[in-house]
C-alpha cells in the first residue's frame, strides 16, 4: 500500500504505514536483544537477523509447535517470546496501520485495493490476537468478535455514498465545523444558519459574519426570499446590523411577516 499512497499523492499515509513498520521491527529486534542478550553474539546476531527478515513469527511458531524448551541463559520460553513479539507487532503495527490505511480510504482513496487492504490488515490483527490468547479461549472469543466488528464497520464505510465517510474520522470540533460550514457554503440560505449555532462556535469569526450579514442585507429585504422569514430575523440581533434604516426595515418586515403567518 506504500506504493499506491505514493502514486495517490498520500504521503503523508505512506510515511505513517512506514513508520508503523519501522517502529514495530525496532521494538522486536530491542526484545529478542533483551531476551538473548546473555547468549553469544553468532546467537544474537542470526535472531535479530530472523526479526529483520520479518520471519521471526514462523520461527518462534515452529519452536512453539515442536515443544521446544527454554534455551539456557535465555530470559523466557519460546512460547512467551512468541506472544510478547505477537503483541509489539500486533499493537505498533497492525493496529496502527489498518487506521492509517482506513482513514486513506475513507477520505481519498477508494480503489478495490485498497479495500481488500484495509481487509487482510484486519484480518492480519484477528489472527494475531486469537493466536496470542489461544490457551485461553474467552480472549480469542472477543479477539474475533472485534475483528467481526471492524470488517462489519468497514463494509458499512464502503457501501456508504463516498460524500459521507469522511465524516466518521473527521476530528473537526463542533465550532470549527460551524466556522467551516459558514465559509464553504455559497448560499445565503445556508450561511444565514450560522446565527442557530452557539454564538461561542463562531466567535473567532463575528467580524466576518456581520460584514456578509451588513452585505446582503439590503438585498434579503427587497427581494424577501421565502426562506428570509421571521424566525431568522428574529436571530439576527440588533448589534449585528450597522445601518439603523436597515434595522428598522428588517424589524418592520418581521412585524409584517408575523401578522401575514397564520397561527
Not at 14 to 41: D, E, G, H, P, Y
Not at 168 to 194: A, M, W, Y
Not at 214 to 220: A, F, G, S
Request: charged share 25%.
Amino acid at each position: 500500500m506504500v506504493r499506491e499512497f505514493t502514486i495517490n499523492k498520500q504521503t503523508g499515509a505512506a510515511n505513517a504505514t512506514i513508520a508503523t513498520l519501522v517502529l514495530s521491527l525496532f521494538l522486536q529486534m530491542l526484545l529478542v536483544f533483551a531476551i538473548n542478550m546473555k547468549q553469544r553474539k553468532r546467537v544474537i546476531t542470526r535472531e535479530l537477523l530472523f526479526v529483520a527478515l520479518c520471519i521471526k513469527p514462523g520461527v518462534d511458531a515452529y519452536r512453539v509447535v515442536t515443544k521446544q524448551k527454554q534455551r539456557p541463559n535465555t530470559m523466557m520460553h519460546p512460547k512467551m517470546e512468541s506472544k510478547f513479539i505477537r503483541g509489539v507487532e500486533l499493537i505498533f503495527e497492525c493496529i496502527p496501520s489498518v487506521i492509517v490505511q482506513l482513514n486513506a480510504f475513507v477520505n481519498q482513496n477508494q480503489s478495490a485495493l485498497a479495500a481488500i487492504s484495509v481487509l487482510s490488515g484486519v484480518c492480519t490483527a484477528a489472527f494475531i490476537s486469537a493466536s496470542i490468547s489461544i490457551e485461553t479461549e474467552i480472549y480469542g472469543i472477543i479477539g474475533s468478535l472485534i475483528a467481526l466488528q471492524v470488517i462489519s464497520f468497514s463494509s458499512f464505510l464502503y457501501i456508504i455514498e463516498p460524500k459521507y465517510r469522511a465524516t466518521f474520522t473527521s476530528l473537526r470540533t463542533g465550532p470549527k465545523h460551524c466556522q467551516f460550514l459558514f465559509h464553504n457554503n455559497t448560499l445565503d440560505s445556508e450561511k444565514i444558519k450560522v446565527f442557530e449555532d452557539n454564538r461561542d462556535f463562531w466567535l473567532p469569526i463575528k467580524d466576518e459574519v456581520k460584514i456578509w450579514l451588513n452585505e446582503r442585507l439590503p438585498t434579503w429585504l427587497e427581494e424577501k426570499p421565502e426562506w428570509f422569514n421571521s424566525t431568522v430575523k428574529s436571530m439576527i440581533e440588533d448589534k449585528f446590523v450597522n445601518d439603523p434604516e436597515l434595522l428598522k426595515a428588517m424589524r418592520k418586515a418581521e412585524e409584517e411577516t408575523d401578522t401575514e403567518e397564520p397561527l
